[in-house]
């Protein structure tokens, strides 16, 4: 009996040591993740822009995953849900953004406003448990971090860190 007391104290010990580590390769497996993803909506963003905003962005994440004419949307569908490796992505015009104009017409017949610049964040669901830092970018393509983990104003102030 106390071998088996034994056993589960040196279990119990070394869970005790193990989880903030699994939180923490967690946590940042799902910032690079998001890292990775704030990429994808600035890509995609330019090739709408390229393809079938007239110049002009998106307004909105729903508005990237649009299939057009039987094509695939500009971003994976997960995304444009909005939610993704434990981060609340979230996509508007930039404050100071201007219509530019709607979809051309080879892209549907959907009646999308386009912009001429955009504001994504990327913000954790849980603070410390999904994340520690939350993200942000713009049509400049920089992308910036706060390591509170608050969503990062729009437009992006000038003392906000790029993330490295």
């Not at 057009?68 to 569908?77: A, E, K, R």
């Not at 920089?142 to 906000?160: F, W």
Request: glycine share 10%.
């Amino acid at each position: 009996m106390i071998e088996l007391l034994m056993v589960v104290a040196m279990l119990a010990t070394l869970a005790a040591i193990a989880w903030p580590q699994l939180i923490q390769a967690r946590v940042s497996a799902n910032e690079a993740a998001t890292i990775g993803a704030v990429r994808t909506v600035f890509a995609a963003q330019a090739t709408f822009a390229a393809s079938c905003g007239a110049g002009g962005y998106a307004p909105s994440l729903e508005d990237l995953g649009i299939r057009t004419l039987g094509q695939p949307g500009f971003i994976p569908q997960d995304l444009t849900a909005g939610i993704k490796s434990g981060y609340l992505f979230t996509l508007s015009p930039r404050a100071d953004a201007n219509v530019i104009g709607e979809l051309s017409p080879s892209c549907g017949t959907s009646s999308v406003e386009t912009v001429d610049a955009y504001h994504l964040t990327a913000v954790p669901i849980s603070i410390g448990l999904t994340g520690h830092r939350s993200f942000a970018t713009d049509h400049r393509g920089t992308i910036y971090q706060s390591t509170t983990g608050e969503p990062i104003p729009n437009p992006i102030p000038a003392d906000v860190d790029p993330a490295g």
